[in-house]
């Protein structure tokens, strides 16, 4: 038995068929952790609808709720227009059922391959370490629980346990980049090396926390403020980076020198940054028609101008934190 330490009573389980979700599933099971499950059909693939197929044979045998939603076929398919229709899925069911944290069966191959990922576009430590077992998201708690357990061992719970699993066969197109890196670097690594890059992992989580910058913080709605004053540019980025990945957003190389030269910034289309000599400010983007009395507020207060139409929206409930 694969031993999981989860307090949590209301859970979702991102399931898909293959090995690692799989094996989550039976290992939730086996420690009488309750969930349900949530399966996407990308229609790409004929044994996809034999994997939705299981998917309902497993929910109706262990008595769990099962979500199904298809890929509309007048989207244009790809690994990220497949990761950004997945998670509005899981937003949507964790909203309307109040859902406490989403399980996805991420493990130790996807965390190197992630890292690798990262330092093959250049980035810091916080963004080699992007791939956490637990994060804070906006409502639900993000987890990773299988992070520690390479796919050769979860193939391996499986297979002494006679239990049924998929393989997707388009995981070794080498003409996606993480395949490739994938097929010629993190796997044959692990194969020889598992036991030392979990060492590895555990040696720089446990560094990124020793020089993670402790900063006070004020937080109204979606609205948080960092004291900045006693930051320099790379401590700033680390904070931003840190908020954003609970906000569900990660920021490339390029993002981050933008953030640091033009001060005000709109991430994604949907966070907006801003940062002056003490204050780092970051808040949802909304464009909205304001006041002149709040415009004026707003130049007293020094309110940067890409966070106002948000501000605009809680204005009854800043005055607190604003002074």
Known sequence: MI?????????????????????????????????DIAIVDY????QSKDEVIYAHQLAHKYNKQIYLKEFPKDIKFSEKSARDFRYD????????YSYETLFTAHQLNDKLEWFMMQLSKGAGLVELMGMEEHSIRDNYIA????????????QDYLDNQNIKYFIDHTNTDQKYKRNFIRANFTDKFIQEYSNGVKN??????????????????????????????????????????????KRGVIISKAT??????????????KIAIALDNNKIWIAPYIKSSMTKEFKEYCRIKKIPSNLRGYIFGIKD??????D
């Not at 690692?20 to 420690?31: M, P, R, V, W």
């Not at 229609?43 to 004929?46: A, C, D, L, P, T």
């Not at 560094?207 to 937080?219: G, M, R």
């Open 317 to 322: 409930l800043i005055a607190d934190i604003l």
């Open 3 to 35: 031993p999981l330490e989860i307090s949590t009573k209301k859970n979702l389980l991102a399931f898909s068929a293959g090995i690692d979700s799989t094996a989550l599933f039976f290992i939730l099971l086996e420690n009488n952790i309750p969930f």
């Open 43 to 46: 229609g790409q693939r004929e």
């Open 256 to 269: 981050r020198d933008e953030i640091l030269l033009q001060k005000q910034t709109v991430v994604s289309h």
């Open 89 to 96: 899925f899981f937003k949507e069911l964790i909203e309307a």
């Open 200 to 245: 590895s992992f555990k040696y720089l989580n446990d560094d990124l926390q020793l020089i993670a910058p402790n900063i006070s913080k004020k937080e109204i709605a979606q609205l948080t403020i960092f004291e900045r004053s006693t930051l320099d540019d790379n401590q700033t980025i680390r904070v931003i980076d840190k908020e954003l990945k």
């Open 143 to 154: 987890s990773k629980p299988l992070l520690s357990y390479s796919k050769q061992e979860l």
